[in-house]
């Protein structure tokens, strides 16, 4: 037995302090040795200073029933118990199955009582696990049988709690909400014992670790796993955070750490569409979202076949991809780069390859090249992104290969590679649209146009010319805007040692346009755009043969592909253009097979 100091009345009390809805009997034998009792901080006052009651504890272990689960337990493992009153130092016992009666001494009037369960003596090394805890008040009072019924709850096992959100992958620049949501499942005590399913079983805390200004969650405590949660993110750039979750009783970690749910901000994403060999259904091609922060694909949707070639929305909720066999546009669902999934078709196309995206001056199209033999001819179509009317706006050449937009979005611009509908050989180039003026500016002749890149001022046309087995050059256009008038050629380069060139594109600054070859040394070749001439050639990857070339928006990577029609050998390759020595392969490139065109937005 233990009591309080003498006080000045000494008024015998019987007062039961029950414990109830065991899940499980408690195992072992009797209690062991108590030694000093733990010291806690100091808490409230006692109620009374009038004097001091003895108080029985009982403490009996019995079956628990469903309406209990939620408030009561006393684990499995119990075998000592500690009890403040009133944030005293609280008092050690031994206590085990089949239960325990201990007294001790209460002061008259409104008292707090804390009971805590442990799995082992209170001496032991290393210190027993706490395991379940509660806390009730109630008022002693004198010449009465005072009975205090304390709702024990339990300490959840750390990793417990599986936790999930819509949208993990948030764009840097926008303000975003994303709801979190968890999983309890079938939860355990420290010890492994069964303490309850979908339930919490005591209060749960959520913050990001560490601890970041621009993400914070609401409410930040529940106690209902039913209660909605949301991450609410202010869109400044932040390196990336883990939610953790705790059981406020203890500090607990309870959160599951085989997959930590980490919230990472990026600056783009890059849009891979890939080869049915290479996707997770062999039916069908596939897009894919690679993650520059992680490292890896975080999503992948099911497409058409004969993917050639993507574009995204303003909002980048959507993407779009031209399907050349199928003749359709896949339009994917992209809102949470996690889950990708293909939200529907747009049917009536023939040869899909080219697509670009227009909201500019009211209009919400997108416009698609196709090509196809002389019968039917290509055509460049307007099409809106939910379907419906198709709108020639060229129907005169053999191949239109791709639909560029200028950053104006008033003029388009369309590589035409091939013969003209009349038979004449050889007059190919790319072709000039006047979109606010609704006119056909008709093609400019350029050799065998591969593909052509506008610069980020829209005052220039760069086309990629390539002629058999020699070497290709590039040739620029200067664009009178609007109106979408385009000049006679000037500045031609040719790129030394690139043979057959294939992809082509800018530097976001406009300073420095990227060239990659179709075979032989050097695979890459940089011209500067002011002089108009070529930098340099290098050799990456043993002279990889690039088909698609995309800079990264923050213009320190090109993301290539190689191997155009050789579906079980294109590749997706990093290419560091910030490498000592110029642009260089990042190591463990290349990343996928199975590729065709790349993209980065936004």
């Not at 009971?115 to 290393?126: E, I, K, N």
């Not at 190591?587 to 790349?598: A, D, I, R, W, Y």
Request: with cysteine; charged share 5%.
């Amino acid at each position: 037995m233990w009591k309080c100091a003498p006080v000045k009345r000494n008024l015998l009390l019987s007062t039961a302090l029950v414990f109830g809805g065991a899940l499980a009997a408690c195992g072992g034998g009797g209690g062991s040795a108590i030694g000093k009792p733990p010291v806690i901080a100091p808490g409230a006052s006692p109620a009374s200073t009038l004097g001091t009651a003895t108080v029985g504890v009982s403490v009996r272990f019995s079956s628990a029933t469903a309406s209990l689960r939620k408030a009561q337990y006393i684990g499995a493992g119990t075998q000592a118990i500690t009890v403040a009153i009133n944030g005293a130092s609280p008092a050690p016992f031994a206590c085990a199955a089949p239960g325990c009666t201990v007294t001790l001494a209460a002061p008259l009037g409104a008292d707090a009582f804390t009971v805590s369960a442990y799995d082992g003596a209170l001496t032991a090394s290393p210190a027993p696990q706490l395991i379940s805890s509660g806390t009730a008040t109630t008022t002693i009072a004198a010449n009465t049988t005072n009975a205090v019924n304390v709702a024990m709850g339990a300490v959840i096992g750390n990793g417990a709690l599986t936790l999930s959100v819509t949208n993990r992958l948030p764009l840097v620049g926008a303000v975003a909400s994303i709801a979190l949501h968890l999983s309890p499942g079938t939860l355990t005590d420290p010890d492994g014992n069964t303490i309850g399913t979908g339930s919490l079983l005591a209060p749960v805390s959520f913050a990001p670790s560490p601890a970041s200004s621009h993400i914070s969650v609401s409410p930040s405590t529940i106690t209902d796993p039913t209660t909605p949660i949301t991450i609410s993110y202010d869109g400044a750039a932040m390196a990336p955070v883990t939610i953790v979750a705790k059981q406020t009783t203890t500090g607990n970690v309870v959160s599951s750490t085989a997959s930590p749910l980490q919230i990472v901000p990026h600056t783009y994403f890059v849009f891979v569409p890939s080869y049915k060999t290479g996707c997770p259904n062999t039916s069908s091609d596939c897009l894919k979202i690679w993650s520059p922060v992680l490292n890896s694909v975080v999503g992948t949707a099911p497409v058409g076949n004969g993917s050639n070639d993507v574009t995204v929305n303003a909002a980048l909720t959507q993407a779009y991809v031209p399907n050349f066999t199928d003749g359709t546009i896949s339009v994917v669902d992209i809102s949470n780069k996690e889950a990708p999934f293909l939200a529907s078709t747009i049917p009536g196309l023939t040869a899909a390859i080219g697509i670009g995206y227009d909201t500019t001056h009211g209009r919400n199209l997108l416009y698609v090249g196709s090509a196809t033999s002389l019968a039917p001819p290509s055509r460049l179509l307007a099409v809106a992104p939910s379907g419906g009317t198709v709108l020639p706006l060229e129907n005169t050449h053999t191949y239109l290969g791709a639909a560029v937009l200028d950053p104006t979005g008033n003029c388009l611009f369309s590589p035409v590679y091939g013969q003209n509908q009349n038979g004449n050989g050889d007059t190919t180039g790319f072709d000039v649209f006047d979109l606010v003026g609704a006119v056909d500016r008709g093609y400019t002749s350029n050799f065998a146009t591969a593909s052509v890149v506008v610069a980020p001022t829209g005052s220039t046309v760069y086309a990629l010319t390539v002629a058999g087995a020699t070497p290709a050059f590039v040739t620029a256009f200067p664009v009178t805007n609007p109106g979408c008038s385009v000049g006679a050629g000037s500045g031609t380069a040719q790129t030394p040692g690139v043979i057959n060139g294939s992809g082509i594109t800018i530097s976001r600054d406009g300073t420095t346009i990227y060239v990659g070859g179709k075979g032989g040394n050097p695979a890459l070749t940089t011209f500067s755009t002011a002089p108009f001439a070529v930098m340099n050639n290098y050799s990456i990857g043993s002279g990889l043969a690039i088909y698609g070339l995309t800079v990264s928006p923050d213009g320190r990577y090109l993301f290539t592909t190689d191997n155009y029609g050789a579906a079980s050998t294109a590749q997706f390759h990093i290419i560091d253009l910030q490498a000592g020595g110029g642009p260089a392969e990042v190591p463990g490139s290349p990343f996928l097979s199975n590729v065709n065109v790349v993209r980065s937005y936004p």
